[in-house]
């Protein structure tokens, strides 16, 4: 599948095929799109568990329900717990992660960097203040995650999986998985293969680029190019909204299937 | 409470339109009707004050959902679906016929998936 073909098939799929396994191969596909996400300094920030639905105790699955997940978790036979490990915030970690990017020329001198400048400069001057903060700490471990989940999100929609993003039950998580203080939970992400339209009957509403992107300043909305747009169409990237209709005489099925509230 | 009672409730008509189920036929239209009103009698609640017993009022004067007041009716609703001998499909889908009913009235409640 296109990258923009996968950017625009991606729904958060909420019925999922409950008895349909997914291959762990497909899993590692996911795992691996994570990795290959951006990552300032390089730090691996993002971490994931992979946790099969069937391999849980029916208590446990129980416990691990939130008020806006509950259905959802029965029928997704993969939940992948994505954290950010706060353990990235060492200085000793940007140091060997920058060198071993000037090593490899992805930092260059045509920049202003070299190994000198790493270890004698960046590290005290610029890594070890931010790390000092804790708003700072926090914002950038996540944000690199979601990049990281972002990614493993297209991946599956390219392995024609489905996949949507849920709150995790902190509490019984922790006790259950045991995961380390500092690592602090993002999202779980329910992976299936999806039991509605994987494209859920056309696109959901989005507002137009023009209101949320500008050109300058802030008194210039960006101007949508008619032509781009007509190509987006063409490649799968822009899609026909939601047919309402008929998207809720399939959603009354597939709530008749699964035995859920009309 | 008789279907017909429970009928009349203004919140079983809101379920009703939002949900569109009066085009359904009139056997499941009772069905959920008698349903409810065998909830209602083991809570000892009309179906109006079921909705508004779950709703609070904040600090800043808005509506809430009580999470707790929630979380106690969705485990009266499971024990009314094993006190009935509902089973199975039956347990699932009995249960959430009377999750719709709270859902399609401004509750957020979700229910169990039947997998089988």
């Known amino acids: 599948m296109e990258l923009k073909q996968a950017m625009g098939n991606r729904r958060s799929i909420r019925y999922f095929q409950p008895d349909k396994p997914v291959e762990k191969e497909k899993i590692q596909v996911m795992l691996e799109a994570a990795n290959r996400a951006s990552r300032s300094g390089n730090i691996d920030y993002w971490r994931a568990l992979v946790v099969y639905r069937d391999e849980l105790s029916p208590d446990t699955l129980d416990a691990l329900r939130v008020p806006t997940t509950t259905a959802d978790l029965d029928m997704a036979p993969v939940q992948i717990y994505w954290f950010a490990d706060m353990s990235y915030a060492d200085p000793d970690n940007f140091r060997r992660n920058l060198k071993e990017l000037v090593k490899v020329g992805a930092l260059n001198p045509s920049h202003g960097w070299s190994d000198a400048y790493v270890d004698e400069n960046v590290v005290g001057q610029i890594i070890t203040p931010m790390l000092s903060d804790p708003q700072v700490v926090g914002w950038m471990g996540t944000i690199e995650t979601g990049l990281a989940i972002c990614q493993a999100m297209l991946a599956a929609v390219d392995e024609g999986l489905g996949v949507c993003l849920h709150a995790i039950n902190l509490g019984t998580a922790k006790q259950v998985f045991k995961f380390p203080d500092h690592w602090v939970p993002c999202w779980t992400l329910l992976v299936g293969y999806p039991a509605e339209d994987p494209l859920t009957g056309g696109q959901r509403p989005r507002r137009s680029i023009s209101s949320m992107a500008y050109v300058n300043n802030l008194d210039t909305p960006w101007e949508e190019i008619p032509a781009v747009t007509e190509r987006l169409k063409a490649e799968g990237l822009i899609q026909n909204p939601v047919d309402v209709d008929k998207r809720a005489a399939e959603v009354r099925k597939l709530a008749q299937r699964f035995g859920l509230p009309e | ?116």
């Not at chain 2, 056997?27 to 179906?47: N, T, V």
């Not at chain 2, 929630?70 to 089973?87: C, H, L, N």
């Open chain 2, 1 to 116: 409470m008789t279907p017909e009672e429970v009928a009349a409730a203004p919140s079983v008509g809101r379920w009703f339109d939002s949900a569109r189920l009066h085009s359904d036929s009139e056997e499941e239209k009772q069905l959920r009707y008698r349903l409810l009103g065998d909830f209602c009698e083991h809570i000892g609640q009309s179906p109006d004050e079921l909705v508004a017993g779950l709703i609070r009022t904040t600090k800043a004067g808005e509506t809430a959902i009580s999470g707790k007041r929630r979380a106690a009716m969705d485990a009266s609703i499971d024990e009314f679906v094993e006190k009935s001998g509902f089973t199975g499909r039956d347990a699932i889908v009995n249960g959430n016929i009377i999750r719709s009913f709270l859902v399609h009235n401004g509750i957020f409640i979700q229910g169990r998936a039947w997998r089988g």
